[in-house]
């Protein structure tokens, strides 16, 4: 792997004189995108320190792909598209399951166990084992999702693939990610967490404990509790206004996100749902 990086960072260095014809760039190129493409390498992870590790050179890797690819013509059944990146395929060898009208770019990966109903993974996402990715569901470049999370109908998680050092949006294990939430911008929801239906959270929205009124953080929701769309007043000129927030509204014991019954009980208490 740390050859293979090398090649990559001595190839982003030269990125502006590079051929992009070359068969030995071509080649490492690829090389790089397989291994995001087979989760042998990945572009961020959570370290052991809790924090988030950004592998930059796997972001090189998918930005000279789009230098070095041509556009082509790409037919999929009846469907024809015209792209610089091929869509993903064997998906039965893989033990992932596909629903019509799903799709995923070379170069995302999904492990064994997840369903992907009609919706979208693009390149350098990872989405880990036994994940649900709901109808219309998007999964943005380089995002992280983690195992037996459920992504709900319509939720949008963005892409961050520029800058390469910044770090893309993590979902951690365990996740249920209520129907048309969007987290962007390298947010991070912690391990078993329920974030309720609409909820929207980058790195700019606070994060607000409703027992104590306290900011949390900005944009990142803490592991095993469930979350909910607010909003914050702040006074402008014109009048007073509420910016969105999300509030934190019960803390969980380890595991009790699977009773579902008890988080709808929750979830209806503060007039919100999945």
């Given amino acids: 792997m740390s050859d293979l990086q090398s090649r990559i960072e001595g190839l982003w260095a030269e990125r502006d ?10 080649a490492t190129v690829h090389e790089a995108i397989d ?28 930005l000279l792909l789009f230098k070095i690819s041509k556009m082509a013509t790409v037919e999929n059944g009846p469907f024809e598209y015209a792209d610089k990146i091929p869509l993903k395929h064997d998906y039965m060898a893989r033990g992932v399951r596909v629903v019509p009208g799903a799709q995923a770019r070379w170069g995302s990966y999904q492990a064994p166990g997840v369903v992907m109903m009609p919706s979208y993974i693009n390149i350098g996402a990872h989405v880990d084992e036994n994940t649900m990715v709901d109808t219309w569901a998007t999964v943005g470049s380089c995002a992280q ?5 459920h ?19 993590i979902i951690e294990d365990e996740c249920y990610i ?12 912690g391990e078993g967490t329920v974030l309720g239906a609409g909820a929207i959270l980058t790195r700019s929205i606070p994060v607000i404990d409703v027992e ?33 927030a999300v509030l934190v509204i019960k803390r969980l014991t380890e595991g009790e996100r699977h009773d579902k019954s008890a988080l709808n009980d929750i979830l209806r208490d503060h007039g919100a749902a999945t």
């Fill in 17 to 26: 004189t590079i051929d992009i014809d070359d068969a030995d760039v071509i």
């Fill in 35 to 62: 291994r995001l493409d087979t989760g042998t390498a990945r572009v961020a992870e959570v370290g052991a320190d809790g924090g988030v590790v950004v592998h930059q050179w796997c972001k090189y890797a998918v």
């Fill in 145 to 149: 999702i983690g195992r037996n999370v």
């Fill in 151 to 169: 992504l709900s109908g319509g939720v949008g998680i963005g892409g961050v693939l520029e800058p390469a050092q910044a770090a893309p949006v």
């Fill in 178 to 189: 209520g129907s048309r939430c969007i987290v962007a911008e390298g947010a991070r929801v």
């Fill in 212 to 244: 104590t009124g306290d900011e949390i953080s900005r944009g990142e929701i803490p592991s095993w509790c469930v979350a909910v769309a607010g909003t914050r007043p702040r006074t402008f000129t014109g009048g007073e206004f509420g910016l969105p």
